[in-house]
T-cell receptor, first 110, second 117 residues
Framework: GNSVTQMEGPVTLSEEAFLTINCTYT??????LFWYVQYPGEGLQLLLK?????DKGSNKGFEATYRKETTSFHLEKGSVQVSDSAVYFC?????????FGTGTRLQVTL | DAGITQSPRYKITETGRQVTLMCHQT?????MFWYRQDLGHGLRLIYY???????DKGEVPDGYVVSRSKTENFPLTLESATRSQTSVYFC????????????????FGPGTRLTVT
């Protein structure tokens, strides 16, 4: 079956630091890949996505590239802000199944 | 309010009691979903619905019942709550279906935190 592995959190960074959250997956075929973000007290919302190999998803300064050869979809941001503090979920999507990772909590401090 | 809402936001109940969690969306999305979020497990699908009166089991359906008599509502009932059902429950909807290969987006409600004592 499909599975998603994310780096354990929490990740604590100072404002303006560089962020990487690792995500690797196993899936049959070539799934679509997503990053969802959950801000405190809210539901998940789509941050970015990629539907085929070598695609780069980007939004709000975040980026992730679909790497088929390493089955990875790492999330990056060049300069984080306090407002980026949230839980980030990597997920894979096939024709009938969406599989979520366990989430990585990011805490950004001044 | 436009969007997807859940009620109650917080609920404490006792073992053995029946409890219903409500979900309402204003977009007329065909597809709706219930997930539970537990530490160390991410989100797991409980049930989903492709349209009114069409529901199907997800990954962890045991102990739960759903119904969908109207497109906009998708209540989740715990028939006899157990402590293992203590969790955060998220309702979600999707406009175009259940084929995630196309990159379709899910829209999530704010969640219901349920504690079973």
């Amino acid at each position: 079956g499909n599975s998603v592995t994310q780096m354990e959190g929490p990740v604590t960074l100072s404002e303006e630091a560089f962020l990487t959250i690792n995500c690797t997956y196993t899936a049959t075929g070539y799934p679509s890949l997503f990053w969802y973000v959950q801000y405190p007290g809210e539901g998940l919302q789509l941050l970015l996505k990629a539907t085929k190999a070598d695609d780069k998803g980007s939004n709000k300064g975040f980026e992730a590239t679909y790497r088929k050869e390493t089955t990875s979809f790492h999330l990056e941001k060049g300069s984080v802000q306090v407002s980026d503090s949230a839980v980030y979920f990597c997920s894979t999507g096939t024709a009938s199944k969406l599989t979520f990772g366990t989430g990585t909590r990011l805490q950004v401090t001044l | 309010d436009a969007g997807i809402t859940q009620s109650p936001r917080y609920k404490i109940t006792e073992t053995g009691r029946q409890v219903t969690l409500m979900c309402h969306q204003t977009w007329s999305h065909s597809y709706m979903f219930w997930y539970r979020q537990d530490l160390g497990h991410g989100l797991r699908l409980i049930y989903y619905s492709a349209a009114a009166d069409i529901t199907d089991k997800g990954e962890v359906p045991d102990g739960y019942v759903v119904s969908r008599s109207k497109t906009e509502n998708f209540p989740l009932t715990l028939e006899s709550a157990t402590r293992s059902q203590t969790s955060v429950y998220f309702c979600a909807s999707s406009e175009s279906g259940y084929n995630w290969l196309k990159g379709d987006e899910q829209y999530f409600g704010p969640g219901t935190r349920l504690t079973v004592t």
